[in-house]
């Protein structure tokens, strides 16, 4: 009875601290999204409001890239991903793509995309996605009935566009964070 206590309990002591440090690490990265998103929902907001969706479609163009750039406070990486992208710099990766598609059947198996995550360890890195959902505001530029002159300057800036067509409430991409965990292997 004694022995398979003690076995019963062995995986619980090897995994308690990995799954600790895991749990505090996801925390970390998803504290870091909030403002990574209001800012560019805010310059987004800010070009629409000064010169309508053209305008807006360029300050993303020019922005959005630098934003990330901000965000992006060592030892964190922070980006957006999509299985259908706009700017082809926004590619995801093998991991990345798995994790969309995950994304994309726990929705159609009734999980709500707020508060949608994942997270892994892949070659040394900690890696953490959040689902990002098409809301009403995205439809001007992301929607099925873009207004030409919207249309015309997203071709101009990203001729492979394949993120317009979305519906309201559909998987639009996610933010992708990741850290190296370098200083943990021996
Ligand atoms: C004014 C037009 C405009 C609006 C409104 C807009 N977007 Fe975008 N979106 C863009 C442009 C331009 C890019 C490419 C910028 C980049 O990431 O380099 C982009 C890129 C993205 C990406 C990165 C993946 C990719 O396809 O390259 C995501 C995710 C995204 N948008 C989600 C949203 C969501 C969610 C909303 C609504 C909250 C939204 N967008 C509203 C124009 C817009």
Not at 9 to 25: F, I, K
Request: aromatic residues 6%.
């Amino acid at each position: 009875m004694r022995l398979i206590l003690v076995l019963a309990a062995l995986p619980t002591l090897v995994w308690a601290a990995p799954a600790a440090d895991l749990a505090s690490l996801e925390r970390e990265a998803a504290g870091l999204i909030p403002a990574f998103q209001q800012q560019l929902m805010q310059t987004v907001k800010q070009a629409v409001a000064e010169g309508g969706p053209v305008q807006a479609v360029q300050a993303c163009h020019l922005l959005a890239p630098t934003i990330a750039a901000e965000h992006s406070q060592q030892p964190w990486t922070v980006g957006r991903t999509a299985l259908r992208l706009r700017n082809p710099d926004n590619q995801p990766d093998a991991w990345e793509r798995q994790v969309l598609e995950d994304f994309l059947q726990r929705q159609s198996a009734g999980e709500a995309l707020t508060q949608m995550s994942a997270s892994a360890v892949v070659d040394g890195e900690f890696r953490y996605m959040q689902a990002i959902a098409t809301g009403e505001p995205c439809l001007a530029c992301h929607g099925q009935a873009i207004k030409a002159e919207v249309a015309t300057q997203i071709e101009q800036h990203y001729p492979d566009d394949r993120a317009s067509g979305f519906s309201l409430g559909e998987l639009r991409g996610a933010f992708t964070l990741r850290r190296t965990l370098a200083e943990a292997t021996p």
